[in-house]
């Protein structure tokens, strides 16, 4: 399998060469030239699979043997999982007879972002041992995805992670779990701004392109396709777990921020999978907006309880156009230019047709939380985080735990992680030896503030890094 750009380029790429480059040459994201087809013979096959092996099964659909042979794939997998503090490393909570909780937070930083994020830094690892090399990831974080990156390179002396919060935008536990970490790989920025400031940031530093080639330098964040890829996985065993009979719909309602979750869920389908999504937002509700009303324009970001999904453009939803559009570099040029120019974004019929074909979407307030987090608890003693809580929400008001026979509710995050949340709502709090432990250890976390120049700071941060590894003689440049 090659990759090519949603932006239209006829460059074609290998698995490596997508984790080692953040965008292409066109400033598009890298997606599998083909979706894989997933019959359901194939399910069939797969029912009895555990997670780890539904997740192997994947990656061997889209990584060539002749860039990683089958059997190192699933031994970079399996050693990918061990740290995760349940043995399944994933498992089903029934809610009801009809909805049942996908549990993706038992890794490290006890969010979803670690299923993917562990297999992304063993990929990188091995392919930067190989060449003898070294990479630097520039993660931009609402909340959830610096924790995972960060854990995720313990250990791991080729890769560096350069991580940027918005500091009022964070749960306290969501921080700790970045500036806790003692590695001296891990360098952590909390940042007096938004993510949309972050976000600016991020792209102008990546698409600097003599910069990132002398420094080595990309990202961990969902624009990475392995990510992605991983998550495909999630719905597929949701799937497998949920469906009676192989060929039965599943209904997945997946929180939706970024938009990596539902865009891998949307692959899942278009590859031959029985899923009908659904994609729920908080008030920032940009996914929404361009998938029921074909029209959306830029906006400030609003905070809110479930802090991980306040994010004013889903960036993944240029991967969404593309496989609406049949891979139309073109559409997607058009769509995302005029978005960031601050214009009102519209797409083309046939393509806003397709996509509300494959999902539905909704929006979620803050008082919708609320009260999706007592009833689970009051009704169910299920402790959910704020941002599970807005699937739960959906599904409660929406009544498919009654219309529907096969539901799955995606928890994207450990309720413990939300103390103060947890408090406002009325809630106990979740007991949690882990957060217990990170509450005890030291924090190390510089800070950008509004006033001082963030990209000077940051590239000065990320060029010592590459003289730091030029010498340790590991000083190859990822071409």
Same mark, same amino acid.
């Given at each position: 399998?090659?990759?090519?750009?949603?932006?239209?380029?006829?460059?074609?790429?290998?698995?490596?060469?997508?984790?080692?480059?953040?965008?292409?040459?066109?400033?598009?994201?890298w997606?599998?030239? @083909?979706?894989?087809?997933?019959?359901?013979?194939?399910?069939?096959?797969?029912?009895?699979?555990?997670?780890?092996?539904?997740?192997?099964? %994947?990656?061997?659909?889209?990584?060539?043997?002749?860039?990683?042979?089958?059997?190192?794939?699933?031994e970079?997998?399996?050693?990918?999982?061990?740290?995760? #503090?349940?043995?399944?490393?994933?498992?089903?909570?029934?809610?009801?007879?009809? %909805?049942?909780?996908?549990?993706?937070?038992?890794?490290?930083?006890?969010?979803?972002?670690?299923?993917?994020?562990?297999?992304?830094?063993?990929?990188?690892?091995?392919?930067?041992?190989?060449?003898?090399?070294?990479?630097t990831?520039?993660?931009?974080?609402?909340?959830?995805?610096?924790?995972?990156?960060?854990?995720?390179?313990?250990?791991?002396? #080729?890769?560096?992670?350069?991580?940027? $919060?918005?500091?009022?935008?964070?749960?306290?536990?969501?921080?700790?779990?970045?500036?806790?970490?003692?590695?001296?790989?891990?360098?952590?920025?909390?940042?007096?701004?938004?993510?949309?400031?972050?976000?600016?940031?991020?792209?102008?530093?990546?698409?600097?392109?003599?910069?990132?080639?002398? =420094?080595? /330098?990309?990202?961990?964040?969902?624009?990475?396709?392995?990510?992605?890829?991983?998550?495909?996985?999630?719905h597929?065993?949701?799937?497998?777990?949920?469906?009676?009979?192989?060929?039965?719909?599943?209904?997945?309602?997946?929180?939706?921020?970024?938009?990596?979750?539902?865009?891998?869920c949307?692959?899942?389908?278009?590859?031959?999978?029985?899923? @009908?999504?659904?994609?729920?937002?908080?008030? #920032?509700?940009?996914?929404?907006?361009?998938?029921?009303?074909?029209?959306?324009? /830029?906006?400030?970001? &609003?905070?809110?309880?479930?802090?991980?999904?306040?994010?004013?453009?889903?960036?993944?939803?240029?991967?969404?156009?593309?496989?609406?559009?049949?891979?139309?570099?073109?559409?997607?040029?058009?769509?995302?230019?005029?978005?960031?120019?601050?214009?009102?974004?519209?797409?083309?019929?046939?393509?806003?047709?397709k996509?509300? &074909? $494959?999902?539905?979407?909704?929006?979620?307030?803050?008082?919708?939380?609320?009260?999706?987090?007592?009833?689970?608890y009051?009704?169910?003693? $299920?402790?959910v985080?704020?941002?599970t809580?807005?699937?739960?929400?959906?599904?409660?008001? @929406?009544?498919?735990?009654?219309? $529907?026979? =096969?539901?799955?509710?995606?928890?994207?995050?450990?309720?413990?992680?939300?103390?103060?949340?947890l408090?406002?709502?009325?809630?106990?709090?979740?007991?949690?030896?882990?957060?217990?432990?990170?509450r &005890?250890?030291?924090? @190390?976390?510089?800070?950008?503030?509004?006033?001082?120049?963030?990209?000077?700071?940051?590239?000065?941060?990320?060029?010592?890094?590459?003289?730091?590894?030029?010498? =340790?003689?590991?000083?190859?440049?990822?071409?």
């Amino acid at each position: 399998m090659k990759f090519r750009s949603t932006r239209g380029s006829d460059q074609l790429i290998t698995f490596e060469e997508t984790l080692l480059s953040a965008y292409g040459k066109d400033g598009g994201m890298w997606m599998a030239e @083909r979706v894989p087809e997933i019959s359901l013979e194939t399910l069939k096959d797969w029912k009895h699979l555990s997670y780890i092996e539904v997740v192997q099964k %994947v990656v061997a659909l889209h990584v060539s043997e002749d860039e990683i042979p089958y059997k190192e794939q699933e031994e970079l997998l399996n050693r990918a999982y061990q740290k995760f #503090n349940i043995k399944e490393v994933v498992k089903m909570a029934a809610l009801t007879k009809q %909805v049942q909780v996908m549990e993706l937070f038992h890794g490290e930083s006890m969010a979803f972002k670690d299923l993917a994020m562990c297999c992304v830094s063993e990929f990188l690892q091995y392919f930067l041992e190989k060449r003898k090399s070294f990479f630097t990831a520039f993660i931009a974080t609402s909340g959830d995805t610096g924790g995972s990156a960060a854990y995720s390179v313990c250990g791991k002396p #080729n890769i560096d992670v350069v991580v940027l $919060y918005p500091q009022t935008f964070v749960s306290e536990i969501q921080a700790m779990m970045m500036t806790s970490i003692p590695d001296d790989n891990v360098h952590v920025y909390a940042v007096e701004g938004d993510m949309m400031d972050i976000d600016e940031l991020m792209i102008e530093i990546l698409y600097d392109k003599e910069f990132v080639a002398n =420094n080595n /330098l990309g990202t961990m964040n969902s624009i990475t396709f392995c990510r992605l890829m991983v998550q495909m996985a999630h719905h597929i065993w949701a799937y497998l777990q949920a469906a009676k009979v192989i060929g039965d719909y599943v209904d997945i309602v997946v929180p939706t921020g970024g938009a990596g979750n539902i865009t891998a869920c949307f692959l899942a389908q278009l590859s031959g999978v029985p899923i @009908r999504a659904h994609a729920v937002t908080n008030i #920032n509700d940009c996914f929404h907006q361009i998938v029921t009303n074909n029209s959306v324009k /830029l906006a400030k970001v &609003k905070k809110t309880l479930a802090p991980a999904m306040d994010i004013s453009f889903p960036g993944n939803f240029e991967r969404v156009i593309w496989l609406a559009s049949n891979q139309s570099g073109e559409i997607v040029s058009a769509a995302i230019n005029t978005f960031l120019n601050g214009e009102e974004m519209h797409l083309p019929e046939f393509v806003h047709n397709k996509i509300q &074909k $494959y999902m539905q979407t909704a929006i979620i307030d803050q008082e919708g939380i609320k009260s999706a987090m007592l009833k689970c608890y009051s009704e169910h003693k $299920y402790f959910v985080c704020p941002h599970t809580a807005t699937a739960l929400s959906y599904i409660f008001t @929406r009544n498919l735990d009654k219309d $529907y026979k =096969n539901v799955v509710a995606m928890a994207t995050a450990h309720p413990a992680k939300f103390p103060e949340i947890l408090e406002s709502v009325g809630l106990p709090p979740v007991p949690s030896t882990i957060v217990d432990g990170i509450r &005890k250890q030291e924090k @190390r976390c510089l800070k950008l503030e509004k006033d001082s120049n963030w990209r000077d700071l940051i590239c000065k941060k990320i060029v010592d890094i590459t003289a730091k590894h030029q010498a =340790n003689n590991k000083s190859l440049l990822c071409n």
